[in-house]
């Protein structure tokens, strides 16, 4: 989503926001293309570190809470509910009696939102374009009871908060995981994509393992894991998994690696992240990780380890161990160390 409704809706003249407008843009995908907004006194609130961190590459100011006064507000609608509900409330605090935009796609619920949002205010204008819609309303403060939402207890006493993977409670794959963990694992390892902390905790639980390094680029999933973790054997960190840390520094790497970009499956994203754990482990060094058994996982781990074997499985899961990193070459190729 390149803000292509955002643009429709200034081009054909059905929004028309002022020329020296400050204007912010709530966690927006990062191709969105700035060049349609009239000015360039623009501020984006961004949550997901590598989502962050192209914003921040090209210059635009960028921050994880966005505060006011601004004009005109741009919400691009999450898939959750409360989240979106919570970004239409923070928008109209940022703007008050400035413009609320809220522009989504059909899937992540835009129709349902604006059925919500009528039912509290007058609706200035709407327009269907790219699977999706935008609508727009003149801040009134009617959605205070609508906050954001905060890490609070779900099922078992777990943190969480709507937005954040598997915010129910936890993950089937990673419950399959659990009680396959070797109980040798020892020393320092990371929880590569660690969500709100569930595979940390029981890792924090084996004896041998002196230190877990969370690495998590959701802000708000790393808010819960802050809750559910403690001690000093444990270290979050808000980072894209794909780049963070140093090669060759970790025993082991545990994971439940994503799926999905946005709602789209995208194995290369898991794949991404095999490279990664084979990167910072030390040669001896063990990746063990859970995945539904339809991901093509197969050929990225050969080439970027010696070893691989299938530790338990069903139909849903298969749980992988990898042993022996390979190093690339100059050219990019995995070798043996
Ligand atoms: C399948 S979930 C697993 C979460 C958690 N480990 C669990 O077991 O519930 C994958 C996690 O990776 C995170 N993630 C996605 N892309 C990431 C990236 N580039 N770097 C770090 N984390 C990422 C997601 O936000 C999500 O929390």
């Not at 973790?229 to 994503?258: C, I, Y």
């Amino acid at each position: 989503m390149t803000l292509a409704r955002l643009a429709h809706a200034l081009e054909t003249g059905a929004l028309d926001l002022p020329d020296a407008a400050r204007i912010v843009l709530l966690e927006p995908n990062p191709d969105a293309d700035l060049s349609v907004l009239p000015s360039g006194n623009v501020l984006v609130q961004q949550n997901f570190k590598p989502d962050h961190d192209v914003f921040d590459a090209s210059g635009v100011p960028v921050t994880t809470a966005a505060e006011g006064p601004a004009d005109v507000v741009h919400v691009t609608l999450p898939r959750s509910r409360e989240l979106g509900r919570g970004l239409i409330a923070q928008a109209e605090q940022i703007a008050p009696g400035g413009i609320v935009i809220v522009d989504g796609a059909k899937t992540d619920g835009i129709d349902a939102m604006l059925k919500f949002v009528r039912t509290r205010v007058d609706i200035d204008g709407q327009m269907s374009k790219a699977h999706g819609k935008i609508f727009w309303f003149a801040a009134a403060k009617a959605f205070d009871d609508c906050q954001l939402p905060e890490p609070a207890p779900v099922a078992d006493g777990w943190i969480t908060q709507p937005g954040v993977f598997s915010s129910d409670g936890p993950d089937a794959g990673s419950m399959a995981l659990v009680p396959v963990l070797p109980k040798s694992l020892k020393g320092r390892g990371a929880d590569l994509g660690g969500g709100w902390g569930y595979l940390s905790r029981h890792l924090l639980d084996l004896p041998k393992v002196t230190h877990v390094d969370v690495v998590e680029a959701d802000r708000r999933a790393l808010a819960c894991a802050e809750r559910n973790l403690s001690g000093d054997r444990v270290t979050l960190h808000w980072a894209d998994a794909t780049t963070w840390g140093t090669a060759g520094s970790l025993d082991w790497v545990v994971m439940n690696p994503p799926f999905h970009t946005s709602r789209t499956p995208d194995a290369s994203l898991g794949q991404a992240f095999i490279r990664s754990a084979a990167r910072l482990l030390k040669p001896k060094g063990s990746l063990i990780m859970v995945a539904n058994r339809h991901l093509p996982y197969e050929t990225t781990l050969a080439g970027s380890f010696v070893h691989v074997q299938e530790l338990d499985g069903d139909s849903r899961f298969k749980i992988l161990q990898a042993d022996q990193p390979r190093t690339p070459d100059k050219a990019g190729r995995a070798k043996r160390r």
